[in-house]
């Protein structure tokens, strides 16, 4: 998951808003602003605000903000020696990866694998979910392994998968000796992807699930029941009445997991070495193999600027999509 | 009143703060002198810093028989070793810390990192330095020294950790084969033929096991005599092309993709995977590897638990090529430049030490690096040593029959990490993809070219 | 009404085939972790007896121990250190007017889209002329201030009755102490959904980690484990998985300890 701060976190985005409050959207200051207005009683001075503030804003400011800056400053640089020399290059940085065709793979790459391990992660969990909440026996037991998964790192959970699919002595491959196929996953490009979807994906359920579970929880039982009494089959009943009301979290999830998919990645991507030929070699792979192997950090800057904009795109889209298509009761 | 809101508010953020502070210092933070103190400094010493990249035990002896050992028989100096990471990363750090105070003394870096840092400029070169009775570059055997002389012909950087690659050979495996372990195959046909008798006799799963790194490809190449960079690899002017279209280079990925079509040579397919070969050889799935000579500790004890009995020979060459010896790999030692003459003189002579007679024999016990000066190798000649462990010897006598040529002294270009992964690729589409290996290797010759060429605009840019 | 008998039986065909592939690699590390070097590196599947030897070579002689022991204190600080901020953030937007203050909510909002993983490099940089490269603190001080518990405290205070605030200003109860003894005890549920959200989040930090520290004394143990794949010698699998399985327990059991609360504090957030 994350190593961005807390996108993780917000349940509070998708959440159903709170009486007048409209949802967090920080590209409007205007709704913002009237947004953060207090709603209850306040101290005054607001001078004395400052101060509980602070912590976060210097934190927020020395720590995201500028390297925020720094980075884009950087994108304009040709570096070498790890920052020793740099070289006003202007936009140098970003026409080449524009014009280099190596970089549409790498841009299709991490689509293809984020997209399939986004909607994998959240559909698995939801349908597990919906199981899940059916009152059956067992559930608890059910979920707790299920989201045992969770209480590994990510990375140790590349390490693991390498192992289940080492051609040589891994579980995958013993099990499939007698169907007379060995695969080379680390061979073909298409099966190392395939082993490191299935490892985040494997990984990432749990959390979802995790939500999904306190989502059910808030459930109005009302509706439920009333779809129940109208004679409603299962899936009708979950098609239009569950899965509405489970769109903010779905929306959360969504925004969430675009996070996981593009950075929390990596560590699967290090574990595989990127490999074969570049095959597991995702945007932030790329990324970091330039800051810190291959000493380019001018590339690498231009790469974090594109990288961040396509995700605080993707993120926004998917925000505004919810706006419009996410039902609240 | 005032006074009071700062403190309450920003309690939460101090204490936080004095939490992370007190353990990092208590702890092993990076203060200079909280570990000097831990090291048992006192007031006046020279605490010298030696950040290098070697992990795991080879860690714990540096630590333990080195550096501990050195503060206490040198009065006045205190060596605080760290182990920082990968090369690339120590050389990464030692640039961000150089001209702070964090900045150390000494760093460790490895062979491929040669032009990186010395175009860096944070190094002092050693030829530069007042040497006088603390260094004679004469001291170390010329086939290693010759990796780390300049363009002036002198010492830029220390040698230290020299390795090369042989291959390991289970003796046990290669006589149920039928085959002769005292006579194991040095060229590429009779690795073919033995493997074939190998697999026939059906004592293995597999004959041969190497981890896929472009390190086996550049000694291959010259130990044919080849060259990897044009202008001498380098030597004799700055290298502007990458030669892997070479017919050298064609023939060690010829020979790869045929041991490795002919199902001979068992991979996990992952990129630089040292410990590949090494679990095969361990598990009894092969009977001979390529390997790096710091391994034969490893497969010494492993195939002793296995209950066989290693072997070692020289790396396989092409059939009618002449063997010119192998390229040094390892790692050398810098002095960063911008201390104290007296803290740079301590530091020459920590450098010194380390591969005096003492400590390079136990080094060469310990790690299987094998001895970088030539009065070591007598001394262990005398001692008897490569008489009784003749798998420590191969790899020395590998580089006594090295000529020292441009291509034995290996290529330097600034961006050879980058390359050795262009490299790779040329290796994985040859083994994965079935591509033919001279396509490949132009292929990828172009972008190791294109890497050379804006390295070498950036640097005389500036 | 009951679901049907047949349903029923394929719900928990369906949960229980799920169960276990979700479990193989668990079980699988687990198996692996109690068997010697050849048997963990072969297909064998049988339980080794080399349980308790692969988990003190990987405690002892390859520095787990000293690796979890980094982990939960980076996971405690960072913890401890993102409630207070968000609390003490959260209250300044909920129980002040200040000038600006859409601004520095936006400013705060904005960084949910910020991953610290594209501003790599520039964090290193900065880390490095700050000295606090292979120091906690540069482990712990870029991830201690939370938009996400930022918003989630915000949230909940907007809930609290305006009665109650008044009444505290009546007594004459500063800002400072209204947070302590009143919204701290009004929040521990959101607190502890917090919390099981944070452990998580160290506990899968790996870009950051990674490059920030490079002695092993100092490292986090799920960048430490990756790194044993370079140091173990012929790759004794069984080890590595004893360390794989040993860095699952504390999160383990925190979920035991913290899902009830963290469902009970996800619903009062997240609904009226």
Avoid at chain 2, 62 to 88: C, F, H, P, W
Wanted: aromatic share 10%; proline share 5%.
């Amino acid at each position: 998951m994350a190593h961005v701060e807390d996108n993780s976190g917000a349940p509070a985005t998708p959440a159903p808003p709170t009486s007048d409050a409209g949802r967090p959207r920080p590209r409007k200051a205007r709704r913002v602003s009237a947004f953060a207005q207090p709603h209850t009683a306040t101290f005054s001075p607001g001078r004395t605000a400052f101060w509980f503030l602070l912590p976060t804003a210097v934190v927020l400011a020395l720590f995201l903000y500028y390297p925020m800056l720094r980075t884009v400053a950087l994108s304009l640089f040709s570096v070498r020696f790890y920052g020793q020399q740099q070289r006003f290059s202007g936009l140098e940085n970003y026409v080449r990866l524009v014009t280099d065709p190596a970089s549409y793979g790498s841009i299709v790459r991490t689509v293809v694998i984020s997209g399939i391990v986004i909607v994998g992660s959240i559909g698995i969990a939801l349908f597990l979910a919906a199981l899940l909440n059916q009152r059956i026996r067992g559930a608890r037991m059910y979920r707790l392994m299920l989201i045992w998964p969770l209480a590994m790192s990510t990375a140790i959970s590349g390490i693991v998968f390498l192992v289940i699919f080492n051609p040589n002595f891994g579980l995958v491959n013993s099990a499939l000796e007698p169907f007379g196929i060995q695969p080379e996953w680390f061979r073909d490009r298409t099966l190392a992807q395939i082993v490191m979807i299935i490892a985040l994906i494997w990984n990432r359920v749990g959390y979802n699930l995790v939500f999904y579970t306190a989502a059910y929880q808030t459930l109005p039982t009302d509706t439920l029941e009333a779809a129940l009494v109208d004679g409603a089959s299962p899936w009708q009943r979950f098609r239009h009445v569950t899965f509405p009301l489970l769109s903010p979290m779905t929306l959360f999830l969504l925004v969430t997991s675009t996070v996981f998919a593009f950075f929390d990645a990596y560590a699967i991507a290090e574990v595989f070495g990127g490999g074969p030929l570049d095959a597991t070699s995702i945007l932030i792979f790329e990324l970091t193999e330039n800051a810190f192997r291959n000493d380019r950090i001018g590339l690498a800057a231009a790469q974090s600027v594109l990288l961040f904009a396509a995700v605080a795109y993707i993120t926004t889209v998917q925000l505004r999509q919810g706006r419009r298509r996410v039902t609240y009761q | 009143m005032r006074t009071t809101k700062v403190l309450t508010a920003g309690a939460a953020a101090a204490l936080l703060l004095a939490a992370c502070g007190d353990s990092a210092t208590d702890q092993s933070g990076t203060a200079d002198d909280a570990n000097a103190e831990d090291l048992g400094a006192e007031e006046d010493d020279i605490v010298l810093t030696f950040w290098h990249g070697l992990g795991g035990d080879n860690e714990e002896f540096i630590n333990d028989e080195l550096a501990a050992k050195y503060s206490e028989e040198t009065d006045g100096v205190v060596v605080n070793a760290q182990m920082r990471g990968t090369y690339n990363e120590v050389l990464d750090q030692s640039i961000v810390a150089a001209g702070t105070d964090e900045a150390p003394h000494i760093v460790q870096l490895y062979e491929i990192g040669v032009q990186l840092a010395r175009d860096s400029g944070i190094f002092a070169p050693i030829h530069e330095l007042d040497t006088e009775g603390i260094i004679d570059p004469d001291d170390y055997v010329p086939a290693v020294s010759s990796y780390y002389t300049d363009e002036t012909g002198d010492l830029y950087s220390a040698p230290w950790n020299s390795s090369n690659p042989i291959v390991y050979i289970n003796r046990d495996l290669f006589e149920e084969a039928g085959l002769d372990p005292d006579d194991p195959p040095e060229r590429f046909s009779e690795v073919l033929d033995a493997c074939e008798q190998i697999m026939d006799a059906g004592v293995s799963d597999a004959c041969f096991g190497m981890p896929i790194h472009s390190w086996f490809f550049e000694q291959t190449v010259a130990q044919q005599g080849g060259l990897l960079a044009n202008n001498d690899n380098g030597r004799s002017g700055r290298a502007t092309e990458v030669l892997l279209d070479s017919p050298e280079a064609v023939n060690v990925l010829e020979f790869w993709q045929e041991m490795d079509e002919r199902g001979y040579w068992l991979t996990s397919g992952a990129r630089e995977d040292w410990d590949d070969p090494r679990t095969l050889m361990a598990n009894g799935q092969i009977a001979m590897a390529m390997d790096s000579t710091a391994a034969v500790g490893t497969y010494e004890a492993s195939l002793e638990e296995l209950g066989n009995e290693l072997g070692t020979a020289f790396m396989p060459i092409p059939d009618d090529a002449e063997r010119h010896g192998t390229v040094i790999g390892g790692a050398s030692l810098y002095i960063l430049d911008g201390h104290s003459e007296e803290e740079t003189q301590a530091a020459l002579e920590f450098v010194n030490w380390l591969s005096e007679e003492q400590q390079d024999i136990a080094w060469h016990q310990f790690t299987g690096y094998f001895p970088v000066r030539s009065d070591t190798n007598e001394a262990l000649d005398a001692e008897g040593w490569w008489d009784e462990n003749p798998n420590f010897a191969t790899a020395v006598q590998q580089l006594e029959e090295t000529t020292v040529t441009p291509a034995t002294q290996g290529a330097v270009m600034g961006p050879f990490p980058e390359i050795r992964e262009i490299v790779l690729d040329a290796v994985e589409e040859t083994l994965f993809e079935g591509t033919d290996p001279a396509d490949a290797l132009s292929a990828n010759k172009e972008r190791a070219d294109a890497a050379l060429e804006e390295y070498n605009a950036d640097v005389e840019g500036s | 009404m009951r679901p049907r008998k047949s349903t029923v039986i394929a719900t928990h065909a369906i949960l229980a085939t799920a169960t276990f592939l979700f479990m193989v690699p668990i079980l699988y590390a687990m198996i692996k972790a109690t068997q010697n070097l050849g048997a963990s590196v072969s297909t064998s599947l049988v339980p080794g007896t080399d349980l308790i030897a692969n988990a003190t070579t990987v405690w002892e002689r390859y520095g787990i121990g000293r690796m979890m022991t980094n982990t939960l204190f980076v996971t405690a600080m960072v913890t401890l250190g993102k409630t207070i901020l968000a609390l003490c953030s959260a209250a300044a937007f909920v129980f002040f007017r200040f000038r600006l203050q859409g601004l520095w909510f936006a400013l705060v909002l904005f960084t949910l889209m910020m991953p610290t993983e594209v501003l790599i490099r520039a964090l290193y940089d900065l880390a490095g002329s700050m000295q606090m490269l292979n120091t906690y603190q540069g482990l712990i001080l870029p991830f201690i201030a939370s938009a996400t518990g930022t918003l989630l405290f915000r949230q909940h205070f907007l809930r609290i009755p305006r009665e109650l605030v008044e009444a505290a200003q009546v007594d004459g109860v500063r800002p400072f102490r209204f947070l302590v003894s009143f919204l701290v005890p009004l929040s521990w549920n959101i607190i502890g959904a917090l919390a099981v959200i944070d452990v998580i989040y160290v506990w899968n930090m790996y870009l950051w980690p990674r490059w920030a520290v490079s002695e092993p004394d100092l490292m986090m143990v799920q960048v430490g484990l990756v790194r044993l794949l370079d140091v173990v010698d012929g790759n004794h699998w069984g080890v590595i998985m004893a360390g794989a399985v040993i860095t699952m327990i504390p999160p383990l059991i925190i979920f035991m300890l913290l899902q009830e609360r963290f469902v009970r504090g996800f619903a009062m957030s997240g609904t009226k």
